[in-house]
Nanobody, 125 residues
Framework: QYQFVESGGGLVQPGGSLRLSCAAS????????IAWFRQAPGKEREGVGYIRSHDSSAHYADFVKGRFNISRDNAENTAYLQMNSLRPEDTAVYYCAASIIDYGVGLRAGEYDYWGQGTQVTVSS
């Protein structure tokens, strides 16, 4: 039985920072690409970025490039999403997800096998 436990969400002012964590168990975390998705009220889920397992290279959606950073600690089975310069439009529920596809993985939700429960991020003054 796999499990993803997300943490770190909350309320932050515009321009502020948050770091989300995603602790995994029940599968071989080190062999999976890890992605972060988000879903705002009334909008479809969208991919934020992902990090590959074989070289830990990270790739981002254009709307977060230069502001967000994804990392992973395979020894701790944990992935992170560092979010800086947050904007009100970043308000959403953020999800982590894992895909056994690595070399060809992207930000298509259907490629991901395991999902976290989501954590709320609210950017507001």
């Amino acid at each position: 039985q796999y499990q993803f436990v997300e943490s770190g969400g909350g309320l932050v002012q515009p321009g502020g920072s948050l770091r989300l964590s995603c602790a995994a168990s029940g599968f071989d975390f080190a062999y999976y690409a890890i992605a972060w998705f988000r879903q705002a009220p009334g909008k479809e889920r969208e991919g934020v970025g992902y990090i590959r397992s074989h070289d830990s290279s990270a790739h981002y959606a254009d709307f977060v490039k230069g502001r967000f950073n994804i990392s992973r600690d395979n020894a701790e089975n944990t992935a992170y999403l560092q979010m800086n310069s947050l904007r009100p439009e970043d308000t959403a529920v953020y999800y982590c997800a894992a895909s056994i596809i690595d070399y060809g993985v992207g930000l298509r939700a259907g490629e991901y096998d395991y999902w976290g429960q989501g954590t709320q991020v609210t950017v507001s003054s």
